[in-house]
């Protein structure tokens, strides 16, 4: 039976590094992100019904996601608006994924807002990127475009990183080398496809996993 792995981590936290890690390990991965860049690029499904919602902030390229942020990010009833858009979309993306990858022994779904918006996806467990704060606000403030402003309300939109981790099956620390991540991401597939997901907990609970979860 095929495992489904969610993905999950609050802004800068390493998904997307981390999504690429268990891609070139072979295992089938769903990218939500990806999937919301697909759809607002030009010619993607979301760019008129965006560009009625929210006048100019398309164009040739497609959406522009500097003005669209500034305009939704701060602005609860807009980004519900814009999320009652992009949201299904995503989430009819993400079934049709699952008739491409039916014979895998495991998957994983990298989806941003997991713990915040997701509703249950028939996830058998979840793993969380996470990275000490400073660190986390260090990489993030290097993108261009990144204000502290929009860095403030982008986490105070996400379910606070302590929680996450709280609740996740596996975390993966990303606060360390990419070599080190890598490896801890290459044992926890090794672990759920000898093992399946109930004996990965006990991996993750004999610190194989770097998962300290009863
Ligand atoms: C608001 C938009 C235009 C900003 O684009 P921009 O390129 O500036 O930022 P980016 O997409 O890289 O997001 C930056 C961070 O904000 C987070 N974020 C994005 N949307 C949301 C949201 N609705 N709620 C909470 N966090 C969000 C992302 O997970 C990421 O951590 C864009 O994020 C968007 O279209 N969001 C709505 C779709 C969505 O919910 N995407 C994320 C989950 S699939
Ligand atoms: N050990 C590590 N594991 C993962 N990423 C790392 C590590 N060390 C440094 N980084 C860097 O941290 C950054 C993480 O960015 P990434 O885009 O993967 O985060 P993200 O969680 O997908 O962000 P967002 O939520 O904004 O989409 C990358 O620039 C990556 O190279």
Same mark, same amino acid.
């Not at 030009?42 to 979301?46: E, W």
């Given at each position: 039976m095929t495992i489904r792995l969610g993905l999950t981590g609050s802004i800068g936290m390493g998904k997307s590094t981390v999504a690429t890690m268990f891609r070139s390990l072979g295992v089938p991965l769903f990218d939500g992100d990806a999937e919301v860049h697909r759809l607002q690029a030009?010619?993607?499904?979301?760019v008129a019904p965006i560009e009625a919602a929210f006048?100019? @902030? @398309?164009g040739p390229g497609g959406v522009d996601r500097q003005l669209l942020g500034a305009r939704v990010l701060g602005d609860a009833a807009a980004l519900a608006r814009l999320e009652a858009i992009v949201h299904p979309m995503v989430a009819a993306a993400r079934t049709a994924f699952l008739d491409t990858a039916a014979d895998a022994e495991l998957i994983v779904f990298d989806i941003p807002l997991l713990y915040e918006?997701?509703?249950?996806?028939?996830?058998d467990a979840v793993a969380v990127v996470s990275a000490p704060a400073d660190q986390q606000r260090t990489r993030v403030l290097?993108?261009?475009?990144?204000t502290e402003e929009k860095f403030a309300r982008i986490l105070a939109l996400q379910l606070p990183d302590a929680e996450k981790r709280a609740r996740a099956d596996f975390i993966i620390e990303t606060g360390t080398t990419l070599a080190d991540t890598e490896a801890q991401v290459a044992a926890l597939v090794a672990c759920l496809r000898a093992h399946g997901v109930g004996y990965c907990r006990a991996c993750a609970r004999s610190s194989l996993i770097p998962k300290p979860q009863g």
């Open positions: 030009a010619g993607g499904a979301a006048p100019g @902030t @398309t918006k997701s509703g249950p996806v028939g996830l290097a993108r261009p475009g990144m």
